[in-house]
Structure formats: C-alpha cells, structure tokens
C-alpha cells in the first residue's frame, strides 16, 4: 500500500512557508501529507533552521501527524515525491532590491515581474528551474511541479518549452484574491462567485464575474471605477482607475496592469520612493526582518497574522487547492498557467497561459476561451512575445536575445537605455546569471 503524501517544497526557508504548512494542516482530512520536505541552499540555511522549527511546532501544536523534513539536499528530499513546489528567489532580495531601483534610474518601472526587472528575474531562474525539472524526471517523474517562483508566467513558458518534466503548472494567488476582494465588495458569500480569468500571469483579465451564474459585469466595473473601492493588492499602489476606462475596457484588469495603463503615475511613485529606499523591495526586506524576528520565537505556533502584508497572502490556497484537486480527483474550476492548447485563441498553442481550467487526476485541464477582445489582445500578445525572446535568453545566454527581449518589453521606453539598462544589470547580478559569462559588455 502507498505511504501518504509526499510534499518536497524548494525554497522551503521562505518566510511565506508557515501559510503552506498552515493550509496542509487545514486541509489534512482531505490531503493527508505525511511528509513535507522543506529545501533550501546553503545562503538560506539559518532561515530553513527557523522556518522549519516553526513548522515543526505547529504541526504538533495541531497534533497532525505530518513529517517536517529540513535539508539542503535537493536529491535527497526528491525521491519518490508526489508534489513539487517551488518558491524561490535566486539572488535573494538584495538581487531584488537591483530589479526594482536599476530601472528607475533609467526613467523605466522597476518591479520584480514586470519590465527589466521580470526580465532579470526570469533569466537568473529559467536555469535553475530547468535543473530541478531535471531532477524531478530522474527521481520522481510521476510528480506534479507546481511552481510559485516568479515572475511565474515567463518561469512556466521556458519550463514548458525546454523543461525535461512536462508535469509542471504556475500557480499565483492573485485570481484567488481578486475573487476574493469582489465578492466582498459585492458583499455575496465568495462561494457564489466565478471569474471567467483569461491572459498571462501578472496580465490577466476577468472577462465576465456571475453570483449564481448570473453575470453581475457591470456592476463589478462600476465598482472598479469608484475611487473608494480600489481593487489591488499589498504590493501594487492601489491608484484608482479612471472610471470611463474600465468602464470602456468592458472587463476587469488586474492590479499589475496599473503598470501599463498608468505607467506615468506609477513611474512618479517609484520615483519618490527610490529617493526615500523605500522600492517594494526595501519594504518587504523589513518585513521579512519581522517576520523572521517573530519566527523565532518558541512560543509561536501558529501561523502569524502579520504575514498577510506580504503581496503573495493567499498564496498557499491556491498550492493546497490545486494539490487537494489532482488527490481527490475533484474536477472543480482553478485558474493556473498551463500549455495554451488553443483554449485562448491568439496565443501560441504550446505557449504559456493563465487561464480557468478543470482540475481532476489528470490534471488542469484548460477551458476554452476563444478569442480574448480586441482591446486587450495585442498587450497580452506582445507580452507572450517579450516572454518568448526572454524565455530563449534564459535559456540560451545570448546577448542578442537579452537585449531583444529587453527592448520590446513595453515598459522598456528606449532602445539606447534599454542597453544601457541591459549593460548595467547584467554586470551586476552575474554572480546569478552563468549563462552568460564571456558575454558581459562592461561600460
Ligand atoms: C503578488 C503576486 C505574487 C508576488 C507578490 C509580491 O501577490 O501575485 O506573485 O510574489 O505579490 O509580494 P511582496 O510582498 O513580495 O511584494
Ligand atoms: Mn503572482
């Protein structure tokens, strides 16, 4: 007979992991895990030793007989897995803090998934991640990899298009807490609302909301459209929207398009911010502080409130639901990124998309879209095509294909900085980026 569940999470030391484990107890009658295996490098071994203990102490605490494994022994962890997550952060946040204040210095947006810094981001994880693929089709290859690692759309393209172990979802919270955030603002049980999501990770669109499946769209964008009720996330300035816009856009942008729609606004705030050390990621570094500060402490045993700051709150719901599903056969609706397979029309079949699909054994299974409107296509397809070039840059290490990808990112404004951009981050984070030594052009 099978042994229970066997969990194997890469970036285990993250201070995000109490959530995970908080939604495995949660969900234990359902998804018995027996054993979950938290993995780190040695750079993240003190935080692996402190998140791991508190693991530890709220599974006894909630007398759940799952395992608490701790190693920096990826192999070791892998064998026989079920599931595979991955939530790391190659360079850790200092590699962050370059992402978001670099781009600023050139007049351009500074964010960890969108722009030059999604770009970076991306190139220093394609190759490990490649690598764990690797390792899973060796010493798993019947487990599901279902990875959180941003920037998670352009991770999944290249995991999908060159990875060894073709079992691989993308998974973010974002369409868990936009349902979330509407159904209160409609003040309807969350239960009682669908979202038909369509796009990319970090660009995708609510094409029609219903409560009992009667479509309540209008409603939803006048209410996007009033200034008093800003639809956002901790992570993205909740900058109100114009109201004839959203209204004329006819269905609901995420949070992240703020960074295309109101580049000129957001652009001023990070200004101010990169004046003051106060980039996103300057914010959350003190968090983590904090957060790692209460970790520490024994009589902790519960997963604090305190990490609802984090962007990614909600995270583990949509890991737990997605891991719940595949166990239990369940065939509910999630939006993942998954293979397109001509579910949305005007997207590359092989490509990358976030999308509702149906979860059973098999797997996701996405829902056919069609052609997404006409307003919103040629954004998402030029993005699809800015994470196609960087996907093959990752993956390749050609400057050319950097500097490709990198220049027709839409929130990449010129040509001339953009190299100048280029030039300066991939000197600066080459300590993570191997694939392309030889090929750094020093200013
Ligand atoms: C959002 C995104 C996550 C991202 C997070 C960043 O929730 O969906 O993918 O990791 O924000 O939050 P942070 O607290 O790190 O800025
Ligand atoms: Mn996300």
Known sequence: MKKGIKIVTIGGGSSYTPEFVEGLIMRYKELPVSELWLVDIEEGKDKLQIVGDLAKRMVEQAKVPMEIHLTLDRREALKDADFVTTQMRVGQLKARIQDERLPIKYGMIGQETNGAGGLFKGMRTIPVL??????????????????????????????LRYGAHPKVVGVCNLPINTRMTIARLLGVDVERLHIDFAGLNHMVYGLDVKVDGESVLPQVLELMGDPEQQVSMQNIAPIPWEKEFIKSLGVIPCPYHRYYYKTSEILQKQLEEYQNGGTRAEVVQRLENDLFELYQDENLKIKPPQLEKRGGAYYSDAACNLISSIHNDRGDIQTLNVRNEGAILGLPVDS????????????????????????????????????????????????????????????????????????????????????FKGQIQHS
């Open 130 to 159: 490649l690598e764990i693929a690797k390792e899973i089709q060796d010493l798993c290859p019947d487990a599901w990899l279902i990875n959180f690692t941003n920037p998670a759309g352009l991770v999944t393209e290249a995991l």
């Open 352 to 435: 990358a998309v976030e999308v509702n699909c149906v979860v059973t054994k098999e797997g996701p299974e996405p829902i056919h879209v069609g052609e997404l409107p006409v307003a919103v296509s040629g954004l998402v397809q030029q993005i699809k095509s800015f994470e196609r070039v960087a996907a093959e840059a990752a993956v390749t290490g050609s400057y050319e294909k950097a500097l490709l990808a990198m220049t027709i990112n839409p929130l990449v404004t010129s040509d001339v900085k953009g190299k100048q951009l280029l030039d300066e981050m991939l000197e600066v984070h080459q300590e993570y980026l191997p694939q």
